[in-house]
């Protein structure tokens, strides 16, 4: 069932950041609009999240979005609103620059904010990785394995490989590893777990960036399966 007040207060929210970021793209490059949808083949659900953001020339940038639960395609449920900035504090070289960034997620149950620091390495004109390293506080508690009040935070490590395989094709590689700092399980029953995404993105003009997305989520064991996700989205550039 539509929860019709939060979806018509998101689509506000949503609107305005994207008419901001729209009306700066008319003064600045960098902006961008984004859908995406999303399919989990363990829980067998679909999820929808739109998004707005802006790159600026310095290498620092900001991105909103908001998602969706839409089941099986039969409801439309809000899932969560993110905002997230980054900045290159340190430019080491010409080839190597390290970030701060940060997140902050609200749902239903609550927020969770995630501060980062990232070191990009440019390798060739074709070819760039980044390391991250983020920890994830839940800023409300909940039960642990100890049947004790606590905060489900987690460390997680990311390596993003980004590859031009040609003028219209790249390829981006990105490992996680997720590793839960109380006594939580995560949904694969053990305290860590893996993420490998696999993505191709098509520059099918300047503006249009369609792309698909698959990925290894690890295993679920409340659905007894091993989860796998593809996502289908396009990115469009003012």
């Given amino acids: 069932m539509i ?10 929210i949503l609107l305005s950041v994207t008419c901001l970021f729209a009306f700066s793209a008319q003064s600045f490059a960098g902006g961008y609009l984004e859908v995406r949808e999303a399919w989990n083949s363990a829980s067998e ?3 929808f999240k739109v998004g707005a953001g802006y790159n600026f020339q310095n290498g620092a940038g900001l991105i909103y979005q908001s998602a969706y639960n839409t089941g ?3 409801q439309l449920k809000h899932s969560f609103d993110e905002v997230e900035g980054w900045y290159p504090l340190w430019k080491i070289n010409d080839d190597l620059t390290f970030y701060a960034g940060g997140l902050i997620n609200s749902t239903n149950a609550g927020s969770t904010t995630a501060p980062y620091a990232q070191l990009g390495y440019v390798i060739t004109d074709d070819l760039a990785m980044a390391f991250k390293y983020r920890y994830n506080h839940m800023n409300y508690e909940t039960k642990d394995l100890n049947k004790e009040m606590n905060y489900n ?16 094709l790249s390829y981006e590689f990105e490992p996680n590893y997720y590793l839960n700092s109380n006594e939580y399980n995560r949904k694969n029953g053990k305290d860590h777990s893996w993420e490998l995404n696999n993505k191709f993105t098509w520059k099918m003009t300047q503006a249009w960036r369609p792309f698909i997305q698959l990925s290894w989520l690890d295993r679920d064991v409340g659905n007894n ?12 550039y003012f």
Wanted: charged fraction near 25%; avoid cysteine.
């Fill in 3 to 12: 929860d019709f007040g939060i979806f018509i207060m998101n689509r506000i």
């Fill in 45 to 47: 659900e679909h999820q």
């Fill in 72 to 74: 099986k395609l039969d």
């Fill in 153 to 168: 935070d987690s460390h997680q490590l990311i390596l993003v490989v980004n590859y031009k395989i040609n003028d219209v």
């Fill in 225 to 236: 399966a091993e989860q796998y996700r593809i996502r289908l989205g396009i990115r469009y």
